[in-house]
């Protein structure tokens, strides 16, 4: 699985923004799919997981009210839908792909390269 992050940019606080990764390869709706973001100098962490078919997902405390994850297996594409955004969000996001989900990066076998989120206050 190969995967392409878009959809970053420069925005106010209180913006909001949508992410998509697109997927190559016949396995997307096989896989579950995670976001993370990792700020300079900070470790890259957890933002939300969808599992295969969108029965489940998860996010983490500073996202969740705030941020959707979904997924269009048809287009191979899964998507972070991001509100009411703050300037401690700014960071560059990253998808990935996991055979299971999991808010463990080191659990993700495949991996976007990234697009910078920045929120200005």
């Known amino acids: 699985v190969q995967l392409q992050a878009s959809g970053g940019g420069l925005v106010q606080a209180g913006g909001s923004l949508r992410l998509s990764c697109a997927a190559s390869?016949?396995?997307?709706?096989?896989?579950?799919m995670g976001w993370f973001r990792q700020a300079p100098g900070k470790e890259r962490e957890f933002v939300a997981h969808?599992?295969?078919?969108?029965?489940?997902?998860y996010y983490s405390a500073s996202v969740k009210g705030r941020f959707t994850i979904s997924r269009d297996d048809a287009k191979n594409t899964v998507y972070l839908q991001m509100n009411s955004l703050k300037p401690e969000d700014t960071a560059v996001y990253y998808c990935?792909?996991?055979?299971?989900?999991?808010?463990?990066?080191?659990?993700?076998?495949?991996w976007g390269q990234g697009t910078q989120v920045t929120v200005s206050s």
């Open positions: 990935a792909a996991a055979a299971s989900i999991s808010p463990t990066p080191g659990n993700y076998n495949y």
């Open positions: 969808i599992s295969r078919s969108a029965t489940n997902t």
């Open positions: 390869g016949r396995t997307f709706s096989s896989v579950g």
